[in-house]
């Protein structure tokens, strides 16, 4: 059974930075693909940025680009996801996500998020 425990999140300003953590156990965390959603009040989840098992490979949605940074430390069982330049409309719950079979397409264990408020 995996477990995933996100840490990192809280209240920043507007253009300021946050770093969040995604600490996976009970797995081989290094054969998974792993992502980051977000779902904002009264919205619905989305997909902010995956990252293959290597880290080779990666993607974002259009409105993170540039802004936010998804890296994996395997040895330490770790994912990120570095935001700069954040914006009001990034405030959401965040969940990083694992593919246990590698791919991009079905995630099947889910942490139980961290808020990430940004506000002036």
């Known amino acids: 059974q995996v477990q995933l425990v996100e840490s990192g999140g809280g209240l920043e300003q507007p253009g300021g930075s946050l770093n969040l953590s995604c600490a996976a156990s009970g797995g081989t965390f290094s054969l998974y693909a792993m992502a980051w959603f977000r779902q904002a009040p009264g919205k619905e989840r989305e997909f902010v940025a995956a990252?293959?098992?290597?880290?080779?490979?990666?993607y974002y949605t259009e409105n993170v680009k540039g802004r936010f940074t998804i890296s994996r430390d395997n040895p330490k069982n770790t994912l990120y996801l570095q935001m700069n330049s954040l914006l009001p409309e990034d405030t959401a719950v965040y969940y990083c996500a694992a593919s246990t079979s590698g791919s991009f397409v079905e995630f099947d264990y889910w942490g139980q998020g961290t808020q990430v408020t940004v506000s002036s």
């Open positions: 990252l293959s098992r290597t880290g080779g490979s990666w």
